[in-house]
């Protein structure tokens, strides 16, 4: 029998996406698609691809105890409060916010605030360690475990047996993605990333900004160098690639599409790392890996090959005359950068074969 | 087991819609992807999508026609050479191009050619009699059917048991979806429609005015009053509306998107036909249908709700100041309006559950 | 010495349009920028092209009346009250809103209020005679005339002796310029307009349907059969072209783009009219205009070739089969289909060169 | 009297910006508009922004050579030989290509061929000198000068004194425009430049990457870590700024607008160095320039901004943590990259006021 799961947040574009998504999962059953300010509302209403007559639920917090696992796509303060609850009551949680991806410290220097339960967060500094040897998660001893950060490639086993999962976001992902392997070959404190997005990423909310007559035909950069992102980069590059990697500068871009998410990354290398080396990292990193493809050198991959996906694809170079390497790395942004890996998690956490209901191959042209 | 199938033509744009979807198929096996000028090259060199060292096959008639069934998505003049052969082989044939689609005095008008096979090409008098008893596809009595117009909704019966389905064009489908149902509502020679496609309607062929600067940002109509599926939509809207309904006024535009197609449509009511009378028949025709959507009254679709998928949303309204209907219709033109009805009528073909491998929610936004 | 002239409603697309168009003019100078809510505010903060310190103007009437021209870019409610008060005072007014372009009766039935100031709305059904027969404005034997509708092609007299005019509406704009020629030629209740705008015409307030990740790559109709510019087309089409042509079809559509509308317009031909005779009728109103080009038959326009310019560009075809012609009309919604076409009208108002400060030529590609 | 000038290269981008912008100039008069394949065909078949029966022009060296002043819009090889001989005609030349921009030691290095005219090619290392004391331009000494970088803010003295210029790239102008002040206060070595391209700058050969359908909703990198504009940046970056600042990391990318160019940099600051030491380098280097604005810090600039303008807006972020500046520029690419800044400089070589026909206001929104 299938799954009962659900959704908490489903009127944004996560939550819309995992809407999607599960609607055509062959092994789980989507019982609750609750939205705060939109309960009682149709679905249509917001996304017209939803044909039919659903409307979104209230957030009812016995109901969604009672499912098997439950997808949070609210901003990270309501994350904050409904998050610890289910776990409590027993019920797997993916969190799309960015309530659980840093540890307290980390979380107050980026935030702003304080993190209500420091006991849930993650703890960055025994990420690899746990991933490597197929330990329980870290905190598990306890009756209820610290999050996990789900960049699934390379939190697979933790986020098997998690009860929470911070799932990253769509910087950090496509950022990750290209930099973890490569962290024994840079030069820290060198690392640049410049990234651009679809307009998708900043959410359903209207703002000035993304009003059509504005973004159409615009590019901008935004937010740098305080971007929240930046901490999440910095800490999980660190933590996941076992390399104190130091500080990152990292600039977004608002560019004039709606999905893709593309991040060029620049570090310089470390003394006599090959194209050969970094080719390697690469390969033992993704060989065998069903969402993330290198591409052969210098072929750069293009964000609308995702588009719907939960795929990765990244290419390479090195530049002999600066000492760097040029990786680019694309997704879309509410495939791999959001729902598509939240699924990719909860296939994991309810112990359904990963790729389920996902796809690799995103909507072209 | 699943059954064996293959495509004609797949660097095209329908082909490559076709691949992307058979690789998502759970009953359907590709084993033959076939491109005349491209054999031999890695399909991710066209479609980055598709990943991994696929390559183009060479057209050999003799693997073809072991399989199941062929999708030819080539040209016409290409697809009038090879579906005969596949069909007398006893291989099923879906062509998503213009041979098979009119009778052959109206294919010598609209496409400037005798047609080569007038036994084989359809006879659109008869379509409406055959769906509506369920008897046997016309020319069924011989050794091989003459080609079944498959506007799936309106052919179901004729095309299960077809051996050559004519797949309809994108802007005919996308029409005849907004104006069968009230062929008995309007009056002849009244019908207007003003169609606008996306981009990719047109094709992966390099033009002058598909060139990325050229084509963004640009709102222009084209091919009027002489475009080729004026042809096609006059023919089957008297065939499958079972009224004689004359001319047709028909204008496509291109607009700045890629995927998408929407036509609306116009033409005077019959003395004494209401709103009501207008609902009712669009009731009757698609309560029951899975990709076909009727959205209240005046709720106009969007293009964009139905890209990917193999939906179509429309909606209607009446003004008794001119006394016309206007209604308009949206599909992704390379979804019902190409390799996703081509696969709906696939499934009926094989056997298979008509929707298999197909949806009727697009990604959005 | 030059004009003085200024801009109330400056923080909407036609006034900050004029804001740019009036920078360049050798003629005018303006002096007044006015917005109600932005009062003090940044001009550069709403729109990034216009650099420096400049801030918005409060409306301030005093000043205002002292100035030779104001151009009036608010929404009708405050423009029925602003312009009388204007005109009293001896100012010339263009008005870019609605408030003064229909007849009482038709206002009241399009915009469901009475219209406040009846002594000062047009007299469609006198508007030919007067710019025919060179008289003087109706109404200008009084103290104040009444508004001329500024059509500028259609209007040239009656405009360069009024002391207020009614800027058309975009889509009457493009489309009376397609159908007032041919006012003689086709048959009275035949005539769809099936027309398509860039969001610019929507306007800058925010709108779910105008956020950017919801526009992009969207088409959708809207607002039929009851869309305002309904009854001004119909008014005017009627009135400038002296034929009674009564009620007409009007659908409009948002396509993805900003700038750039399309017209595409259909009617039944009177019986004997030939393709000659429409071409005549073109050449008899345009040959020699400046900023009204018709191209070669069945070489519809492009939007884009007119972006940021005040031209627009046509052309027709005639479908003996269905007995219509279709125009294809384009033009700039912000240029020729607002703030163009009211610097045009000023131009005459002040006894300036007609083209002073305005293009025919939109930035390409 | 007006000036005499023409264009050859007409039927590119770059010539057909100039054909517009010279239509609308004062002191200027288009009298040649040549293009090699095109010559007889209507202008306005390939740009339907220009009305009317104006044909291209052949390629006729005598009638070139009476013209006051040459625009030289075709690739680099033909500039290679036809600038000579204009030059040596005694005719003024603005050369849109690469032919002149690089001495022949980094021609050769980039483009793969030796330079055939080092006599005339510049001499980087002695520019910044010759605009700073109003000297007459390197080489003017011979009967023929050689060529003169034409980045005009960095080299109006040299540029009015010049008789053939070398018109900038466009990502070197929105670079150079960004990084030339701030050379003495960043680290040589430390350059990373990400740059976003609309695809007008690609051209307008049709190119698979190119066509609307691939390049609609997409963003890629290309041509990185060799891309030719690398040499320039790294030439003029240390000749004008006058500090040898080393090799630059530059990725350009491909961004779905067609106008628009954003150049993102990263340095490392020298210790010591300050926001406000970098707002006085900005503040020195523009605070009098009609064409480069400096937004407040953070405020990032946006493309769109600019479209059609000859403006450059750029503004910047220090970032504590990594010691770095980061700077981002826009600029159109087509106007201040090409066309725009080519007719500032042909306004001082023919001694007109400079900014004489253009605008630093671009079509908003």
Known sequence: VAHQVGIVGASGYGGAELVRLLGAHPGLDLT??????????????????????VVFDPIDLDRLAGLDLVFIATPHAPALELAPQLVEAGTRVVDLSAGFRLAPAAFATWYGEEHPRPDLAPEPASARAA??????????????SRAVYGLTEFARQ?????????????????????????APLVVPGSIVVDAKSGTSGAGRGLREDLHHPHAHGDVTAYGAPTHRHTGEIETWLSALGGEPLGA?????????????????????????????DIASAYADAYASEAFVHVREMGSFPHTKALSGSNGCQLAFVTDP????????????????GAAGQALQNANLMLGLEEPTGLSAVGVYP
Chains 1, 2, 3, 4 share one sequence.
Do not use: M, W
């Open 32 to 53: 609750v698609i609750a939205a705060h300010t939109q309960a009682g509302e149709p679905v249509r209403r917001l996304f017209p691809n939803i044909v039919g007559d």
């Open 131 to 144: 991933q490597g040897d197929g330990a329980p998660a870290p905190g598990a001893r306890g009756s209820v």
């Open 158 to 182: 933790t986020v098997a047996g998690a009860r929470l999962v911070a799932n990253p976001g769509c910087y950090p992902t496509a950022t990750l993605l290209a930099l973890v392997p490569l």
């Open 248 to 276: 990152v500068s990292f600039t977004p871009h608002l560019v004039p599409t709606v999905r893709g998410l593309l991040a060029t990354c620049y570090a310089d290398l470390r003394g006599g790392v090959t194209e050969h």
């Open 321 to 336: 005359r600066t000492g760097r390497v040029v990786v680019s790395s694309a997704i879309d942004n509410l495939g791999k």
